[in-house]
Every structure is written in C-alpha cells, then in structure tokens.
C-alpha cells in the first residue's frame, strides 16, 4: 500500500462547479497534512494546511481531515479555469519523523 | 531573499556519467529535502536533512549521494547515471517549528531537469 494515494484524474469540472479532491494515507500516527498546487512546469505551492480532525476554510478553499478514516480532501468552491492544475497531497508522519511524503497528485481541468 | 535556488536547471547525462545537484537556501532554514518527479506524477522524496552534518534516506535513496556539510546547502550527488534516474529534481527547505508551528510548508526551488541518454 502506498503511503500517500491519490486519484490521478483528471477531474473535470465546469466552471463555477465545486471541485472536490480526496486523498487517502496509510501511517495512522500521521499529524499533519498539506494540499500543494502545482501548475504545470512550475514548482509546487502550498495552498492549504490541516492538523485537526474537521473542516478547514480559506477562501474559496476547504480542507477535510477525518483520521479515524485516514482520509485527507480538498474542496475548491466556484472553480475558475485558473485552477486547472495538479493537486498534491502531502503527509507528515507523526513523531519525531521529518519526512514529508506526497501522493501521485490529482489533474484537475476547469471548463470554461 | 533569494529563497532557495538550485543549478543547472537543465543538463543532459550520458549514461555512467556522474554530476552534481546544487541547492542552496539563504533562509536559515534547517530542514531540507531533495525530491523527484517524473512525468505525471507525484514527488518522491530522495534525501532529506534536519540540520548540518545530519542526512536521511527518503523513498527512493538508490542511486544518489548527499551531504549537509552547511545549513545553507544541500548537494545532490548522482552517481553513475541511469536513464531510470531522468526526470525533474525539486529541492525545498523549511523552517524548524516554531512553539504551537506546526507548519510543514516547504519552499521550493525552481527545479533541475535532468535527462540521461
């Protein structure tokens, strides 16, 4: 089992759709867990930041943790072409671990 | 600040060659990390390091060589290049945590994309 699975896509959504990205992980003492967007030929960005188990909103953006379910997603409300790109979740192990691994990402296309 | 900044960004191996990744940060960051991503994929993590004088195997260590020897940088060292190595090379830094930080963002630099033939 990978540590870090995501849906590879791609996912496409009309514009002004919610866009919805999941991603599952494996270490269950995992405490952090990051979403990156990365367009393509450019380096990755980070775009939002989740520790605790429930809902995390910044803007248009909302993270989901549930780590009873070990389940991470990303909710992009109102989608606009200019999000059309690859989502990468990423997880930190717990403990004294500073590895930070990454899934395989999900391509997201918004449809004008 | 220049963030973090890595050379060359492109170059092109001949199979049994060897080079060097450069990576340099000038954030005072403690950590960082080497990663790889071929096409269509997902970053993999090669090497990390918490701090000067300390290095860690990541996911896929086979292959390459680092060392840590300042906190400024982190050299990536390929040794007898495959084409199983060709793909674009990240390196990204990050703070260490701050008292209630548990931030894990990582600062990325441009990439280096390297081919092997």
């Known amino acids: 089992q990978k540590e870090v699975e995501q849906n590879s896509g791609p996912l496409s959504v009309p514009e002004g759709a919610i866009a919805s990205l999941n991603c599952t992980y494996s270490?269950?003492?995992?405490?952090?867990f990051f979403w990156y967007r990365q367009y393509s030929g450019k380096s990755p960005e980070l775009i939002m930041s989740?520790?605790?188990?429930g809902d995390k909103e910044d803007g248009r953006f909302t993270a989901q943790l549930n780590k009873a379910s070990q389940y991470v997603s990303l909710l992009i409300r109102d989608s606009q072409p200019s999000d059309s790109a690859t989502y990468l979740c990423?997880?930190?192990?717990?403990?004294?671990?500073?590895?930070?691994?990454f899934g395989t990402g999900t391509l997201l296309a918004v449809q004008p | 600040n220049a963030g973090v900044t890595q050379t060359p960004k492109f170059r092109i191996l001949k199979i049994g060659q060897s080079m060097t990744l450069q990576c340099a940060q000038d954030?005072?960051?403690?950590?960082m990390y080497w990663y790889r991503q071929d096409p269509g994929m997902g970053l993999k993590l090669i090497y990390y390091?918490?701090?000067?004088?300390?290095?860690d195997k990541g996911e896929v260590p086979n292959g390459y060589n680092v060392s840590r020897s300042t906190t400024e940088d982190f050299p990536l060292r390929l040794e007898l290049a495959a084409p199983s190595q060709t793909s674009v090379y990240f390196c990204?830094?990050?703070?260490?945590?701050?008292?209630?930080?548990?931030?894990?963002?990582?600062?990325f630099g441009e990439g280096s994309r390297l081919t092997v033939l």
């Open positions: 270490d269950r003492v995992s405490q952090s």
């Open positions: 390091s918490v701090g000067a004088g300390i290095t």
């Open positions: 989740i520790y605790s188990n």
């Open positions: 990204a830094s990050r703070p260490p945590h701050g008292r209630g930080d548990n931030t894990g963002e990582l600062f």
């Open positions: 990423a997880v930190k192990g717990g403990g004294a671990t500073n590895k930070l691994i």
């Open positions: 954030m005072n960051h403690n950590y």
